[in-house]
């Protein structure tokens, strides 16, 4: 298409099948000219087909459990070599919370379980972040972006404790991004999604009903994944190198609706 990324190396974390936000975001980036190396959990990569992306992309795939500091060490170091330089983006495109996905409900949790849901979906950022700042592995006004969901500000119940993960994953985007800005320029957002079908959002349950309420909740719809892949590529690119410290909607204009007709219109109000 472009070359909004030409020249561009980085990392993408979280491909698990062509429905993965992580996956549109990988074909996209590619189309734009940048490199990447692709990487996802060890035990994902045997459900998952990254090896298609991989041979799609040019590109080569580094497994590492995003919650083992050694492994995210072996990851950083790995694709410098393959890249031949530092990284100028990253994407965070990770979440799994054990306690939803066995139905324990928000207020009767498996505490073992939380402390994953919060270790996978949000402490992982840091420690890739503090991995990728030990080894100075970005370049300047290089750009991290990773994926969260508005249940951080406003009560989902069926979203159970990836709530609790998402503000985590909020505040440390706005505390790495203070430290990385000072020290690197490098700058550091999140993008809040609107519900799209895939793996881990097809795991919430009441998934269905759900995304059709937030489609008529939405001004212009629901975003699909090609759409946010699209806004990422915009924050990897040299058209946003003063966005920092963000949380940024990309979700039709939910975050910014009390309500719609169409929603009113099932209360029979005309
Ligand atoms: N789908 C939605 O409705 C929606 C909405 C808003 C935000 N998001 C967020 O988008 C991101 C991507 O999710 P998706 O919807 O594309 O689903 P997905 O299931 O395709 O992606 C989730 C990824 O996390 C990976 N992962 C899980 N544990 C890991 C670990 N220990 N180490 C490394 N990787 C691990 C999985 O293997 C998978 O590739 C997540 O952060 C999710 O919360 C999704």
Known sequence: MGNLLKGKKGIIFGAL???????????????EGAEF???????????????ELAEKTGSQVIPADATKVEDLENLVTKA????????????????????????????????????????????????????AMKQDAMNEWGSVVALTYIAAQRIFPDYGDMADAKSLLESITRGFGYHYGTKKNVRVNTVSQSPTVTTAGSGVKGFDSFISYSEQMSPLGNAGALDCANYCISLFSDLTKYVTMQNLFHDGGFSATGV???????FGVE
């Open 17 to 31: 099948n062509d429905m993965s936000i992580a996956w549109k975001v990988a074909e996209r980036a590619h189309e």
């Open 80 to 131: 410098q070599e393959v890249l031949g330089g530092k990284l100028d983006f990253i994407l965070h495109s990770i979440g799994m919370s054990p306690n939803v996905r066995k139905g324990f409900h928000y207020t009767d949790i498996n505490y073992g379980f939380y402390e994953k849901t919060l270790d996978i979906s949000a402490t992982s950022l840091h420690k890739t972040l503090a991995v």
């Open 37 to 51: 190396v692709l990487t996802n959990a060890p035990v994902a990569m045997r459900m998952g087909v990254i090896n």
């Open 260 to 266: 719609t007709e169409s929603v009113m219109e099932k």
